[in-house]
């Protein structure tokens, strides 16, 4: 079989650390790769002013995957390497599943006292190219006392009815069969309301898998108190993204948080990268946990359908966090991916 195409993008922070394991894992996979850095982030933005250009997103379609350190730099105002990079890639490339799983790994430790690895393990479908990451809103008179600002979110009937299928997919592969729509429907009763009824009707195309409802402050409450009850969750682009933080806060933290950019239909190139962003307040340091774009590798090779490969590297994360019990913190960036690097090719 030929080789896989990858496109990098290390970015910025500890985007560049936490990639060169990802990527050495990989190799030692064994997978045949063909591997392309980009230099796109905030460097590339102070010495040319661009971020991402039109010519570069072209060339990103022709791969086969794409894998994301992180990008966002205190030096760039907040928003544009976010949305002129990170997001223009989501959105241009259709990545309208945000998969991303929670799942408690044996010897990992949670803040959640007395919880067995077995009442974690959930994976959260956050809707990826709409909601209030649609960019749409406006400001008028900025800077005056009377400023209003808006911020509109976007959900169209296509939109969450094609994740909310996907969702169901998900949930019928699933033992449990269980999906939980997370919204806030009595609030945002234009946009809940799409949604709860996109989910009652694809439901009934469904009858082997058990829906059920929670708000979103609820939700949050829940997955502390009572995680078990989540095993498939689907919601919209902003919770998605604030309740995978802290589903990584109860799954062991946010180096161990993995995720896909999928596009389903396989029309573009799927994203995978960590959860987690560029975090500044670690970066050239070393200290960065590798693990979630690790993570992320194997779920690529999965998408990829190199799903031995996958569990090859999702094992040797396993085997590599049990023995965190005793004294891993000590650990840098390099000598985690080593760690797992070495068990990957024995
Ligand atoms: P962050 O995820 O970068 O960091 C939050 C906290 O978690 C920090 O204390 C950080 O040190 C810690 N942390 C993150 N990843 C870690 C890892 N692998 N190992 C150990 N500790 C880790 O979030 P933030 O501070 O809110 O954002 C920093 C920048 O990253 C911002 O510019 C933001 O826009 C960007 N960001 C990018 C992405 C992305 O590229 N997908 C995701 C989130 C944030
Ligand atoms: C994430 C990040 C991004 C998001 C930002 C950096 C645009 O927080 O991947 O979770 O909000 O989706
Ligand atoms: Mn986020």
Do not use: C
């Not at 290390?10 to 990527?23: C, H, M, N, R, S």
């Not at 799942?103 to 809707?127: H, Q, S």
């Not at 802290?246 to 596009?263: D, E, F, K, Q, V």
């Amino acid at each position: 079989s030929r080789n896989i195409r990858l496109a990098v993008i290390p970015g910025d922070g500890i985007g560049t650390e936490v990639v060169a394991e990802g990527l050495k894992v990989l190799e030692a996979v064994g997978t045949k790769i063909d591997a392309t850095h980009y230099d796109l982030g905030a460097a590339r933005y102070h010495r040319t002013g661009e971020t991402l250009p039109d010519a570069v997103l072209e060339e990103l379609r022709g791969y086969d995957a794409i894998l994301l350190g992180a990008v966002g730099d205190p030096s760039v105002p907040p928003g544009v390497l976010e949305r002129d990079l990170l997001l223009k890639i989501r959105f241009a490339f259709d990545h309208y599943v945000n998969l991303r799983p929670v799942k408690l790994f044996p010897g990992v430790e949670t803040p959640l006292a007395d919880t067995p690895v077995e009442n974690i393990d959930m994976i959260v479908v956050r809707e990826g190219t709409e909601g209030l990451y649609a960019g749409t809103g406006g400001v008028m008179r900025r800077g005056t006392p009377y400023e209003i600002a808006t911020q509109e979110s976007l959900n169209t009937a296509h939109g969450v009815e094609r994740v909310v299928r996907y969702a169901f997919e998900k949930a019928r592969s699933r033992p449990r069969k269980k999906l939980t729509l997370v919204h806030k429907t009595n609030v945002l009763t234009y946009a809940g309301d799409l949604w709860q009824r996109t989910v009652d009707r694809v439901a009934e195309e469904y009858s082997d898998v058990t829906t059920d409802y929670s708000h979103i402050d609820a939700a949050s409450m829940f997955f502390v108190s009572q995680p078990e009850r989540f095993d498939v969750v689907v919601t919209d682009n902003l919770f998605g993204d604030i309740i995978t933080d802290l589903g990584a806060a109860i799954a062991g933290g946010i180096g161990l948080a993995a995720s896909g950019n999928i596009n389903p239909e396989g029309t573009a190139p799927s994203m995978f990268e960590p959860v987690h962003g560029s975090a500044p307040d670690i970066a050239g340091q070393g200290k960065a946990d590798p693990t979630a774009t690790i993570l992320s590798v194997a779920m690529m090779l999965d998408h990829l359908g190199l799903s031995a490969e996958a569990a090859k590297v999702e094992q040797a994360v396993a085997d590599d966090i049990v023995e965190r019990l005793t004294g891993w913190s000590s650990r840098t960036t390099r000598e985690i991916g080593d760690d797992i690097t070495e068990r990957v090719s024995s």
